[in-house]
Each structure stands twice: as C-alpha cells, then as structure tokens.
C-alpha cells in the first residue's frame, strides 16, 4: 500500500531531550515536507527537500533539523526541544507532476514538558 | 505576499443541507495552483483538489464543487445535500509557480460539522 509512515504517533517529552521523529514513504517521491499544525494557526511548513540531499527551511525552521541521506527518508530532529515545540507534526511527500498533491503522514502529537 | 484567509472559523449543518465554505487568497503571481485538503476526525489530511489559475471552470465531483473566481480571489469549497462524514476540518492552500514551487501556504481551515 502506498503510503507515509511517521513514528511514533505520540511523544511526550521533556525540555532539552533530543529526540527524532521519522518519516519514511514507499512512493518513490523526491519532495518532502515536515509541517506542524497547531489551533488558529493552520499548517505551517518546518523544512522540505527537493531531493536527496536537499533540504531547506521553510516558515517555521527555528529549533528543527532534518537530513535527506534516502529518498524514502525524512527525519524530523528536535535537538533540544522546548514547550513551544508542543504541536501536532505531519511528514508529506508529493509526486513529481503533480504539484502540492499532498500525501500525509497520520501525524506525531508531540508534548514538551 | 501569498496569503490564505478562511474566514469561517466553524461551520454546524444539519445532515442534507448545502454548505459553502470560503477560501480568500492573495498573491502576487500570475500563475499558481489553488488546493483543498480535508482532515476528518481521525487526523490524517487528504487531498482533494487542485486547480492552476488558468483554469477557471468550475470542478463537480459527485456532491463536491468548487467555485474559482479570479475576479474576487476566491476558491470557494461546496458540498451538496451534506452527511455526516463530511464533518472536518477543511484546509485551503495556495502554492505560486515559478522560482518558489516548494511551499504550499495554508489557510487556518473550517471546521464543518454536520448533525443527523
């Protein structure tokens, strides 16, 4: 089944604990995109990556990292994550010729304490 | 400045009714796509249309349609005779071609409810 696989589903955590949350798709597709989602506020875009080996920041990058070493691959790194970074995350991929043709993740609801 | 503006915040129907739900956009491109995404209960986000701005005819799929009007920036999200699965949250989302094809901008979504 074609689809975006996000692990863990939810994480509650502490201030300052590195953590990752992963993102894996088995649709062959170069881009993908981290958003958070959080109320009033919309989806908001963390990083995408064209393809392996690029990424770039998008509108929400502060306190994120990601890496590209697969095309299948996206992790999403809170370094030290802080209460701000309280949000429900979503990973998305999109096929190429089809632009903004989303397919998401089910979403990691991530709670900094 | 791309910018999405769903205005209505909530929307509560009773179950066969029509509902309408607005999307507003800005940008300052002359070529870029429009989307709507739908997040049902459950959480995960599915898409539903896309649309560039040189197509301005109105799409119908099966009880959905959506209303592209250039003249007044808007890409307004119909739903005919509504049931209950169609309660959500209703996403628009504006990306400009070009040079910056990498974003797509969200709205703030509509939360629909549709009661039996």
């Known amino acids: 089944e074609a689809q975006v696989t996000q692990n863990p589903r939810y994480l509650i955590t502490v201030t300052g604990k590195k953590l990752t949350v992963t993102c894996s798709q088995n649709m062959n597709h170069e881009y993908m995109s981290w958003y958070r989602q959080d109320p009033g506020l919309g989806l908001r875009q963390i990083y995408y990556?064209?393809?392996?080996?690029?990424?770039d920041k998008g509108d929400v990058p502060e306190g994120y990292k990601v890496s590209r070493k697969e095309k299948r691959n996206f992790p999403l790194i809170l370094e030290s994550p802080s209460p701000n970074q309280t949000s429900l995350y979503f990973c998305a991929s999109s096929p190429p010729g089809v632009w903004g043709k989303l397919f998401f993740g089910s979403g990691t609801q991530l709670s900094v304490l | 400045a791309q910018k999405v503006t769903q205005a209505q915040t909530e929307i509560s129907v009773v179950e066969k009714e029509d509902v309408t739900l607005d999307c507003v956009y800005e940008?300052?491109?002359?070529?870029?796509?429009l989307f709507w995404y739908k997040q049902p209960p459950s959480g995960e986000l599915v898409f539903l249309i896309r649309?560039?701005?040189?197509?301005?005819q109105n799409e119908i799929s099966g009880r959905y349609s959506w209303n592209f009007q250039k003249s007044t920036s808007s890409f307004n999200f119909t739903i005919t005779a509504s049931q209950v699965v169609d309660s959500a949250v209703y996403f628009c989302?504006?990306?400009?071609?070009?040079?910056?094809?990498?974003?797509?901008?969200f709205g703030t979504g509509t939360r629909l409810q549709v009661f039996p």
């Open positions: 989302a504006l990306s400009e071609a070009g040079y910056n094809t990498d974003k797509l901008i």
């Open positions: 990556s064209m393809n392996v080996e690029v990424t």
């Open positions: 940008t300052r491109d002359t070529t870029y796509y």
């Open positions: 649309r560039n701005s040189f197509d301005e």
